[in-house]
Antibody
Framework: VQMEQSGAELKKPGASVRVSCKAS????????FSWVRQAPGQGLEWVGQ????????KIAQKFQGRVTMTVDSSMGTANLNLGRLKSDDSAVYYC???????????WGQGTTVIVSS | QSVLTQAPSLSGTPGQRVTISCSGS????????VNWFQQLPGTAPKLLIS???HRPSGVPDRFSGSKSGTSASLAISGLRTDDEADYYC???????????FGGGTKVTVL
């Protein structure tokens, strides 16, 4: 099982960023994707999650209105879009496989997003 | 300010048993199960204890999780130098309809 994430991004304030996560080695329909971020020197912060079989999303309140999540089952890829970027959105963004019983059990390597003018 | 509360740091000597605590409320730990993660410096978090209270394949049985009421604990027995890492608890919060994390505990092996 692997979760391979897209490369680092440098964005200006007010722009949008897309982070991708390609899953392999398992049947996607039995799992979801969770997105978690970590600002420099800080702890883990949940952004949201998406269920593959029905596309249902749950988003942390502080990101509602700025985050969209999608899954392309045919490509085995999940995408996180974060809009209206601010400097404090600079962080490493992780995707994790989400299992009903086990939680966030396999993580990607992380994608660094830097927001700077 | 994290929803789940963890001590920022703790230390131990090789071979010692240490316990990391995670305090929550009735809407998270009191209602659901806890994930524990280990994050080595510069790497992605790794699941140590699943919400079904199992250790994924490859996680040594030196790591064990427990829960009582609105608190959970991760015990590390036979502490090793390569256990130096940040440890995070997480749980689903039924009121927030969201995953919540502890602030993390940095374990130092003296």
């Amino acid at each position: 099982v692997q979760m391979e994430q897209s490369g680092a991004e440098l964005k200006k304030p007010g722009a949008s960023v897309r982070v991708s996560c390609k899953a392999s080695g398992y049947s996607l329909s039995a799992y979801g994707f969770s997105w978690v971020r970590q600002a420099p020197g800080q702890g883990l912060e949940w952004v949201g999650q998406i269920t593959v079989y029905n596309g249902e999303t749950k988003i942390a309140q502080k990101f509602q209105g700025r985050v969209t999540m999608t899954v392309d089952s045919s490509m085995g890829t999940a995408n996180l879009n974060l809009g209206r970027l601010k400097s404090d959105d600079s962080a490493v963004y992780y995707c994790a496989r989400l299992h009903d019983a086990d939680g966030m059990d396999v993580w990607g390597q992380g994608t660094t997003v830097i927001v700077s003018s | 300010q994290s929803v789940l509360t963890q001590a920022p740091s703790l230390s131990g000597t090789p071979g010692q048993r240490v316990t990391i605590s995670c305090s929550g409320s009735n809407s998270n730990i009191g209602s659901t199960s806890v994930n524990w993660f280990q994050q080595l410096p510069g790497t992605a978090p790794k699941l140590l204890i699943s919400t079904s209270n199992h250790r994924p394949s490859g996680v040594p049985d030196r790591f064990s999780g427990s829960k009582s009421g609105t608190s959970a604990s991760l015990a590390i027995s036979g502490l090793r130098t390569d256990d130096e890492a940040d440890y995070y608890c997480a749980a689903w919060d039924v009121s927030l309809d969201a995953w919540v994390f502890g602030g993390g505990t940095k374990v130092t092996v003296l």
